[in-house]
């Protein structure tokens, strides 16, 4: 038998998830174990080793953003309702200041295993390992940070006017080949699940909130990344995600088709004509109605065939991030 697969740094964490998604074998006979990663670090240059109101409002939005996260690993749905406090508990952040300065550094290691531990028999231990690993790198990772602020920038960029432009431009984070390949690689990664591309969406809010220390604190850097008081106010405060419901019919692939007793039956869907990200759909309701249903969505699966459904979508931002399959066409 081979030994535990360890996981102790972001290079490490990096080098695996390209692995995984080549389809390259790797032994998880013995599982395995995070060791000193993911860890996020927050430093204000003028701090006096305290922690502001403004500070500690963007760190409790970082915390629903794990909160969260923890519940789409675990339940495949983003529903603090059904968290309990225990399980709250678990994944509560502790954020440790170095003296002398505003230093801040919160160890993820403890509640990614947690997450991962939890999510045992509900998906495959290839399955946890890559949901663990895009976790921890959408978390902390600074070409993920980098990313966030470049994605920020140009959507501020694209809605001014044409002379503001140029130094908006001049604010953005130049990266490496490597980061951008990363950033590719991850993003690869989220297409493919519904899981992921949800945190990817939660964690770019998480990261524009903490971004935004430096708007009040002064220039401050996010997980190695410098967030100058000019780039925060440029970016302003993130957004809240609206939210709408509405019928779509259409063609879908299914990618996935499962479930378990305690969540029921589930699947992963992408539209026919659109190489877009996945998302889950539950079929609750409509299994009621029909005994057939769930053969159909597996048949769809099994076969690689589309299948026309209409589907009750919730948006956020003109993105499906959960729907309900309400009849087969």
Sequence with gaps: MGDILLISNEDEAWRLLERLQAGLPVDLSNGFQLSGWPKMTIYVKSGDASISSEMMESLLAYQD?????????IREKDDLRSQTLAERE??????RV???????????????????????????????????????????????????????????????????????????????KQETERAKLLSATAQKSAIIAQIDDLSEDAAIELFDIAA????????????????????????????????????????????????????????????????????????IASDDAENAIRNAFWEKKSIELVINAKMFDDKISEAEVVAIV
Excluded at 90 to 95: A, G, L, M, P, S
Excluded at 151 to 172: G, P, T, W, Y
């Design 65 to 73: 953003m794990i909160y969260r996260s923890a519940s789409l690993i």
């Design 90 to 95: 678990k994944f509560e952040i502790r954020v």
């Design 98 to 176: 170095t003296e002398g300065s505003t230093k801040g550094e919160v160890d993820l290691t403890a509640i990614l295993q947690e997450v991962a531990r939890e999510s045992i028999g509900k998906m495959s231990s290839t399955e946890i390992l890559i949901a663990i690993l895009a976790a921890g790198l959408y978390w902390t990772s600074s070409t993920m940070y980098k990313t966030y602020m470049n994605n920020k920038l140009e959507e501020k960029k694209l809605e001014s006017k044409d002379k503001e432009r140029a130094a908006i431009r001049d604010q953005q984070i130049e990266m490496s």
């Design 216 to 287: 009040t604190e002064g220039d401050t850097t996010v997980a190695g990344v410098e967030a100058t008081t000019r780039r925060a106010e440029i970016m302003g405060k993130r957004k809240r995600r609206s939210s709408t419901s509405e019928n779509i019919q259409a063609e879908f692939l299914v990618t996935k088709a499962d479930g378990t007793p305690e969540d029921g039956f589930k699947a992963q869907l992408q539209f026919k004509d659109d190489e877009g990200r996945v998302f889950t759909a539950t079929l609750a309701n409509l299994l």
